[in-house]
T-cell receptor, first 117, second 112 residues
Framework: AQTVTQSQPEMSVQEAETVTLSCTYDTSESDYYLFWYKQPPSRQMILVIRQEAYKQQNATENRFSVNFQKAAKSFSLKISDSQLGDAAMYFCAYPQSGGTSYGKLTFGQGTILTVHP | DGGITQSPKYLFRKEGQNVTLSCEQNLNHDAMYWYRQDPGQGLRLIYYSQIVNDFQKGDIAEGYSVSREKKESFPLTVTSAQKNPTAFYLC???????????FGPGTRLTVL
């Protein structure tokens, strides 16, 4: 079964600094997607970034970038120039690629990010 | 504007009552999903639909039912058989099953 693990329940960062959130996953698939979602206090899940496993280049979206290490099954999120609006719960997610729940997102436990002014 | 809407934002239910949560999308997505989130936890899949008139159970389907009569709509009914329905419910959609999922704003259901 696919599992997703976020080992940091909470992280904090000073405004304008950089922070990295960790995620590891387990899969036997060779081609798949990985996602980071952000859940602010409003509780809506917002897509932050997507990585396709067959692409060796790490995905980047403005201040957000990933460090994707396929062999190590590691998918960390780096937030540069942190802003107060980045404060949220961040979830790493992996879509199931086979079986009875194809397409189901398996989420990690989440990391609460606090941004200090 | 394209997007996913959920209504109501807050819903209160008395024990023994069925309630229906609405989810509508105008993104022309084929696949739709319902997730449940309990405090401090990630999301768990209730039901999903690959295409109109088709839907499948997820990990925690007991006590829930769905329909998919229109591409744009995927309502979720929480029945009286659901023993602990108080939770936050999120609807999502994707172009096709397995592709990137986009979420609605959610419905907070409380059983009184």
């Amino acid at each position: 079964a696919q599992t997703v693990t976020q080992s940091q329940p909470e992280m904090s960062v000073q405004e304008a600094e950089t922070v990295t959130l960790s995620c590891t996953y387990d899969t036997s698939e060779s081609d798949y997607y990985l996602f980071w979602y952000k859940q602010p206090p409003s509780r809506q899940m917002i897509l932050v970034i997507r990585q396709e496993a067959y692409k060796q280049q790490n995905a980047t979206e403005n201040r957000f970038s990933v460090n994707f290490q396929k062999a190590a099954k590691s998918f960390s999120l780096k937030i540069s120039d942190s802003q107060l609006g980045d404060a949220a719960m961040y979830f790493c997610a992996y879509p199931q690629s086979g079986g009875t729940s194809y397409g189901k997102l398996t989420f990690g436990q989440g990391t609460i990010l606090t941004v200090h002014p | 504007d394209g997007g996913i809407t959920q209504s109501p934002k807050y819903l209160f239910r008395k024990e023994g009552q069925n309630v229906t949560l609405s989810c509508e999308q105008n993104l022309n997505h084929d696949a739709m999903y319902w997730y449940r989130q309990d405090p401090g936890q990630g999301l768990r899949l209730i039901y999903y639909s690959q295409i109109v008139n088709d839907f499948q159970k997820g990990d925690i389907a007991e006590g829930y039912s769905v329909s998919r009569e229109k591409k744009e709509s995927f309502p979720l009914t929480v029945t009286s058989a659901q023993k602990n329905p108080t939770a936050f419910y999120l609807c999502a959609s994707s172009i096709v099953l397995g592709d990137t999922q986009y979420f609605g704003p959610g419905t907070r259901l409380t059983v009184l």
